[in-house]
C-alpha cells in the first residue's frame, strides 16, 4: 500500500500513485502495513509535531518508504536576517495555516532517532524535502 497523507485539503499534494489518506483517517490503516508513506509538509499543520511523526512512521513496514517535505525555518531566517526577503513574505512562509514549522536539522535528528535511515535530504530555496526508510528487522 503506498498512501500520502492529507490534512483538510491544505497540506502539499502527492505526485505519484499514491492513495490520498486524511490523515484523520490513518487510524484505519494497520502498523507496519504501508510500503511507502508520502507525508509531505503534513508535519507543519499539527502543534504536536514530534508525537504526529512517530504515530505516521509507525504506519510504515519494515522496509518500506517515506517522504518529508517542509520548510526550513533556519533558511527562513538566514534569508530574512541577509534581507533577501521581507518580513511579510517570511510570515507567510511560517504562519500560512501552519501550526508549525521545523528546520531539516532538526526533522532528520527526529527521524534518525526513530531508527529511520536517510536516503537523500535536499533543500531548495526554503523548502526540504528527506527520503528515508524504515529498516528490516535483521538490517544494521
Excluded: W
Amino acid at each position: 500500500m503506498k498512501i500520502a497523507i492529507q490534512v483538510n485539503n491544505t497540506s502539499e499534494p502527492a505526485v505519484g500513485d499514491y492513495e490520498v489518506i486524511d490523515f484523520n483517517d490513518l487510524q484505519n490503516i494497520h502498523d507496519a502495513s504501508c510500503e511507502e508513506i508520502f507525508i509531505g509538509d503534513c508535519l507543519d499543520y499539527f502543534e504536536r509535531r514530534e508525537d504526529t511523526t512517530n504515530y505516521i512512521l509507525s504506519k510504515i513496514r519494515y522496509g518500506g518508504k517515506g517522504t518529508i517535505t517542509g520548510v526550513d525555518l533556519l533558511t527562513i531566517c538566514s534569508l530574512r536576517k541577509s534581507f533577501r526577503i521581507s518580513d511579510q513574505q517570511a510570515k507567510e512562509f511560517i504562519y500560512s495555516q501552519r501550526k508549525s514549522v521545523s528546520s531539516m536539522i532538526e526533522c532528520l535528528k527526529h527521524l534518525k532517532s526513530m531508527g529511520m535511515k536517510i536516503d537523500s535530504k535536499r533543500l531548495d530555496g526554503a523548502k526540504y524535502c528527506i527520503n528515508f526508510r524504515r529498516p528490516k528487522v535483521d538490517e544494521d
